[in-house]
């Protein structure tokens, strides 16, 4: 009676040994997610930082393209009319509806494109310099890390819900008996 006895405080010693050592990883793990998210946090919002300048950029670099090519469209069209208000009336209302028609298919272009463009964003890295070639590069890194870091933290998540579903039924089990 007192070997039972004394075997089943040793494996009750063990058993909370052990349960303090998995609380103390418990805590360790849950320290590490804490820190981790912080760190998510900060570099999420230094990349949305930079996302902004780099919209605000584009946006600037596209208006003035824009403004360029209707500039030079004015000024093509100007000189057409000049040229062929010289060449006589007859000839001005072939022009009137040659404009008309190519007015009309110029905007669904630019629409489409437009659409386009919205759409799907290119990684246009071809007129980058160094410099910003890197920062791209270390922009696709931060983000792969921050991915990849949320692939470890639901992982552990996932093992601290397993194990607390395992010391649920095991609690269950010795209360039974």
């Known amino acids: 009676m007192e070997k039972d006895l004394l075997e089943l405080q040793t494996l009750i010693d063990v058993h909370f040994e052990q349960r303090k050592k998995e609380e103390e990883e418990l805590i360790g793990l849950k320290e590490r997610i804490e820190s981790r998210r912080a760190e998510r ?69 630019e629409i489409k494109k437009k ?24 922009e696709m890194w931060e983000w792969i890390y921050h991915l990849e870091s949320e692939k470890f933290d639901l992982t552990e998540k996932m093992k601290r819900q397993k194990y607390e579903r395992a010391d649920s039924h095991s609690k269950k089990y010795l209360s039974m008996e």
């Open 41 to 109: 946090a900060e570099q999420q919002r230094v990349r949305a930082e930079k996302e902004r300048d780099r919209q605000t950029r584009i946006a600037e670099e596209r208006q003035r393209k824009e403004d360029e090519e209707a500039k030079k469209r004015a000024d093509d069209e100007a000189k057409k009319k000049k040229v062929l208000s010289n060449m006589g009336a007859h000839f001005g209302g072939f022009l009137a509806k040659v404009e008309q028609r190519r007015g009309k298919r110029q905007t669904a272009r």
């Open 115 to 138: 659409t386009l463009a919205e759409r799907r964003k290119p990684l246009a890295i071809e007129n980058l310099r160094e410099d910003s070639l890197r920062e791209r590069a270390k």
